[in-house]
């Protein structure tokens, strides 16, 4: 038995959307495809495998008819990347040219991976670019032809192992069509008005530790967080800030969200509540994690997944930041 060749479209809408707008692009596009999933805010993935034999025309043609249909309708100018997986796709897209539609054909993803920079493999973040500069690794035919020994001597088993299948254009993950909520929130109305800085971070520690929770259990992740501070007189601060990558990772977002308390600068204010609202929702498994070099971070995960099974078992209690204590 074979398996049928996949066919991914990733496209980068250039245009300043609004939601709505953004729910019609994605409504036309269902009409070429049901395997359609958002990557907000301006980008679409398709999986155009069924789709093919309804159109009788290529891959390539498919996604020109796609275009068509946004510039036609909704008079959005789009560019477009085509491959046998999510990842190819969307690197082939951010290689095209506005208007442009880059297609890498599965006979060719080796040629067309190996002169590219490696930095444009995702997840590849700061510190993994710099330990791979300082030993000459400056593109992805360099990763190919390394030998895993090597590699995993450099940036350790499991980051040289998941380099290692990016580089080599490995990307199993589904198109998958669904609807996460808007929004996640949690708040806390004090039982008077506070003054105390301290009390102020351990409020905002504990919401953040919720909403990470919250997102794990729902297998999401957040690209942005929001906190709003009311106070006593019943007016209110609202900031937010976009993540350094999506996560539902609580020290991730605990850090987030108390770097937005502190830049308040808040000086003797009464505050009666705290909300933070995660936003931008996406399922667990559509976004890649940042390699890291530091294996305390493999810890701390492995660390939280136990206390979320504790917390499962035992109830929500069971287990809590040593801060929150």
């Not at 008819?65 to 491959?83: C, E, H, M, Q, V």
């Not at 330990?131 to 040289?160: C, E, F, V, W």
Request: hydrophobic content about 40%; overall charge positive; proline content about 7%.
């Amino acid at each position: 038995m074979t398996t049928r060749q996949r066919h991914i479209a990733h496209l980068h809408l250039h245009a300043a959307l609004s939601e709505a707008q953004y729910d019609d692009a994605i409504e036309l596009m269902s009409g070429v495809t049901p395997h359609v999933q958002a990557i907000p805010p301006n980008a679409v993935q398709l999986d155009l495998t069924s789709a093919l034999r309804y159109f009788d025309l290529s891959p390539y043609d498919v996604v020109q008819l796609t275009k068509l249909r946004l510039k036609a309708l909704y008079n959005i100018d789009s560019s477009a990347g085509l491959a046998n997986n999510r990842m190819l796709a969307a690197m082939a897209a951010e290689a095209s040219a506005p208007g442009d539609t880059t297609w890498v054909p599965t006979g060719q993803v080796t040629d067309w991976l190996y002169p590219r920079p490696v930095t444009t493999l995702p997840g590849i973040g700061r510190a993994t670019s710099e330990t791979l500069s300082r030993y000459g690794l400056h593109t992805i035919g360099q990763i190919i032809d390394m030998p895993p020994a090597t590699l995993q001597r450099l940036l350790g088993a499991g980051p040289a192992r998941l380099l290692a299948e990016r580089a080599r254009g490995h990307d199993p993950r589904p198109v998958t069509p669904l609807e996460p909520a808007a929004h996640l929130i949690a708040n806390l109305v004090l039982e008077r008005d506070c003054l105390d800085p301290a009390q102020h971070h351990r409020a905002v520690l504990g919401l953040a530790d919720q909403i990470g929770q919250r997102l794990r259990g729902e297998s999401q992740i957040t690209r942005r967080l929001t906190l709003t501070v009311r106070y006593a007189d019943r007016s209110s601060t609202t900031r937010t800030r976009a993540l350094l990558e999506p996560t539902n990772h609580s020290p991730a977002l605990a850090a987030t969200a108390l770097g937005l308390l502190n830049a308040l600068g808040l000086q003797r204010a009464r505050v009666r509540a705290f909300v933070i609202r995660a936003d931008g929702l996406l399922p667990a498994n559509s976004a890649y994690r940042q390699l890291s070099l530091d294996p305390s971070d493999a810890r701390a995960r492995a660390v939280e997944a136990a206390a979320d099974r504790a917390r499962r078992r035992f109830g929500p209690e069971a287990v809590r930041p040593a801060a929150l204590g």
